[in-house]
């Protein structure tokens, strides 16, 4: 499983970032994180608004900081 964190640097991205990272620590799960800061690539990927979780290539969320248990069912 990937997870891509999608956002330019702002404070709700690197929330976003944090609260996936503390998920998928506490789960214990072996899942690779890739942050992409990058607007041209957010953008190419139909992301309009960030921050964004991208969940093995589908967008899963966007515009809004997930809350844990959002994190949790993504990853169930």
Known sequence: MKIEILGTGCAKCKKT????????????????????EDLQQIVNRGVMMTPAVIV???????????????????LE
């Open 17 to 36: 970032e944090k609260v996936v990272r503390q998920v998928v620590d506490e789960l214990g799960k072996n899942i690779e994180i890739v942050k992409v």
């Open 56 to 74: 093995d290539g589908e967008v899963k969320i966007a515009g809004h900081i997930p809350r844990p248990n959002e994190i949790k069912k993504l």
